[in-house]
C-alpha cells in the first residue's frame, strides 16, 4: 500500500521558493494551454480516470498563480476555477509522487478545501502531478470521491500514467504550437522582407528620379518663333537611363539643341549624361558649329578616365532664323538615328524625310572620329521630330520591332501643319499601344513652325515628361513672337 500521510503543505514564500515557482510558471506558460476552450484528448484522461477507479469525479488542472484551472472535469459540472490556497492540487504539485488522501477530514490542509467543505463533500482525494520532461510540475491528474477509500500501489502508478498520458498530449501540443509559430515567423520576416523590399524600391525611385532630374532641363525655353515639346521616359523607374537633350541660346538670336544616348544605364552612365550635356552647351557657346560641338565633346569623354570606355550616340542642331518666319536648321549627328523632317503636301498629306548624314560616328569611342553635318530649311506648318532608340526599336504586339518603317508610317499618316505638342501626343499614345516587354528609355523631342495664322494666339513650349521616370507631366509657357 501506499503511504497515506499528509502532502506537504505549501512552503512559505522564501527566496529560493520564489525562485523556484517563477521558473515552474514560465514552464506552465510555455504551454500556452491556460484558459483554452475544452480539448476530448484531455476530456478523455478524466473520464477514463472515474471509470478505472471507480469515483464520480475526476480532473485535469493547471496550477496557476493564485488558482487552480480545470482543463477537463468529470463529474464536477459548471466549475472552471477554483482558488488555489488553501488546496488539494496546489499541495499535490509539490511533490513528484502520487498524493493520496483516504479521509479528507482527517487531513489538516485537505478538510479546509471547499470541495470538501463545501457541497460535494469530497472525503476521498488521489493527485499524480504532471511532469514535463525536464522536471516542472504544471498540474495534477485528479480521482475524488465522496467517501473514504484505499487505493493500491497498483492504482497509484495507473493513476501517474494517466498523468503521464496528460504530459504527452501538453509536449505534441507545444511540438504543434512550435511548428505554428514558426511557420507565423517566417511569415511575419517574408512580410517584413517584402516591406523592406517595397521601401528600397521606392527609394530607390525617388532617389533616380530626382538623379534624372538632374540630368535634363527642368522646362524647355521659350524660342521666339517656334514650338518645342519633349517626352522623356526612362525603362525603369528603379533605374537612371542615359538619354539626354537640351535647347538653350548661344547668341545673336540662334538657337542650339541636342538629343542622344549614352551607352549603358545606372550612376555611371549618369555620370556621363551629365558630363555631355554640360559638354555640349560650353561647346556651342565657344562655336556653334554643330560638327565642333560633336568634336569637342568626343574629346571630352576620351580624355575623361572616369568615362571609361563608354560612349554615345548624339544628334547636334543650330537653328538660324529666316526670312520667311521659318528657320534654317544645321544638323550634325554622332551615330544616332535620322531626325525626321515633317512637310505638308499641297493635297493635303504629309511627305516624311529623314534627315540622314553621312559620316556620322559615335561619340567618345574614337579619337579620330569624324562628324558630319547637313542644313535643312524648316518652314512655317512643317516640324522636326528627334528621338532615341527606345522609339523604334519598341516591339509591336506581333514582336516586331517598330522600327524605321514603321515610325516613318506613322509619321505619314499625319496631318498638316504640324504642332511639336501635338506630334509628341501622339507619338506617346503610340508608345503606349506597344507591349511593355523589352521597353527600352525613350527621349523624344519635337520643333516646329507654327502658320502665320497660328501666330497671334501664342506658341506653346509643352514638357510632356521634365525627366520625370514614371509619370508625365505638362507645363506651358507663351512664346509671342518679337
Not at 505534441?172 to 517574408?190: F, G, I, N, P, T
Request: proline fraction near 7%; charged fraction near 20%.
Amino acid at each position: 500500500m501506499p503511504e497515506q500521510a499528509s502532502p506537504p503543505a505549501i512552503a512559505p514564500q522564501e527566496p529560493l521558493a520564489v525562485s523556484v515557482e517563477a521558473a515552474r510558471m514560465a514552464a506552465v506558460r510555455r504551454y500556452d494551454i491556460l484558459d483554452t476552450p475544452p480539448d476530448g484528448a484531455y476530456d478523455r484522461v478524466a473520464a477514463l480516470a472515474a471509470r478505472l477507479f471507480e469515483v464520480p469525479v475526476a480532473t485535469v488542472t493547471i496550477v496557476d498563480e493564485d488558482r487552480i484551472w480545470f482543463k477537463a472535469t468529470h463529474g464536477l459540472e459548471g466549475v472552471t476555477e477554483i482558488g488555489r490556497d488553501p488546496g488539494l492540487c496546489a499541495s499535490a504539485v509539490l511533490t513528484d509522487d502520487t498524493t493520496v488522501i483516504p479521509d479528507t477530514l482527517l487531513d489538516p490542509v485537505a478538510c479546509s478545501n471547499p470541495l470538501v467543505a463545501g457541497p460535494m463533500g469530497v472525503r476521498f482525494y488521489a493527485a499524480a502531478p504532471i511532469i514535463t520532461a525536464d522536471g516542472y510540475r504544471l498540474g495534477t491528474v485528479n480521482v475524488l470521491d465522496t467517501r473514504p477509500r484505499e487505493i493500491s500501489e497498483a492504482d497509484t502508478a495507473t493513476l501517474a500514467d494517466l498523468a503521464a498520458v496528460v504530459r504527452d498530449q501538453l509536449e505534441l501540443r507545444l511540438s504543434a504550437l512550435h511548428v505554428v509559430r514558426a511557420e507565423q515567423d517566417k511569415r511575419q520576416a517574408e512580410e517584413e522582407a517584402r516591406q523592406r523590399a517595397e521601401r528600397d524600391k521606392a527609394a530607390i525611385a525617388a532617389f533616380a528620379s530626382t538623379l534624372q532630374r538632374t540630368l535634363v532641363p527642368p522646362a524647355l525655353p521659350a524660342v521666339p518663333g517656334l514650338e518645342l515639346a519633349c517626352h522623356y521616359k526612362t525603362a525603369s523607374p528603379q533605374e537612371v537611363g542615359g538619354d539626354f537633350y537640351d535647347v538653350f541660346p548661344v547668341g545673336d538670336g540662334r538657337w542650339a539643341f541636342f538629343l542622344g544616348d549614352v551607352c549603358g544605364k545606372g550612376a555611371e552612365a549618369a555620370s556621363v549624361t551629365s558630363l555631355t550635356r554640360y559638354t555640349l552647351r560650353a561647346a556651342a557657346l565657344v562655336d556653334a558649329e554643330p560638327t565642333a560641338a560633336l568634336k569637342a565633346l568626343n574629346a571630352a569623354l576620351l580624355l575623361d578616365p572616369a568615362v571609361g570606355t563608354r560612349f554615345c550616340t548624339a544628334v547636334f542642331g543650330l537653328l538660324d532664323p529666316a526670312r520667311d518666319g521659318g528657320f534654317t536648321v544645321t544638323l550634325a549627328t554622332g551615330g544616332h538615328p535620322p531626325a525626321y523632317h515633317l512637310s505638308p503636301t499641297e493635297d493635303g498629306g504629309m511627305r516624311v524625310e529623314a534627315a540622314r548624314v553621312k559620316g556620322g560616328m559615335l561619340v567618345g569611342a574614337f579619337a579620330e572620329a569624324a562628324f558630319a553635318s547637313r542644313t535643312l530649311h524648316l518652314a512655317p506648318g512643317q516640324g522636326l521630330l528627334l528621338y532615341t532608340d527606345g522609339l523604334t526599336e519598341a516591339r509591336t504586339a506581333e514582336g516586331d520591332m517598330l522600327a524605321d518603317t514603321g515610325l516613318t508610317d506613322f509619321l505619314a499618316r499625319r496631318q498638316g501643319p504640324v504642332s511639336a505638342g501635338c506630334l509628341i501626343d501622339d507619338t506617346v499614345a503610340l508608345l503606349d499601344t506597344l507591349p511593355d516587354t523589352e521597353r527600352d528609355d525613350v527621349a523624344l523631342l519635337a520643333l516646329s513652325v507654327p502658320t502665320p495664322d497660328a501666330a497671334p494666339a501664342g506658341i506653346t513650349t509643352t514638357a510632356h515628361s521634365a525627366a520625370a521616370p514614371t509619370a508625365d507631366a505638362s507645363v506651358g509657357q507663351e512664346n509671342p513672337r518679337p
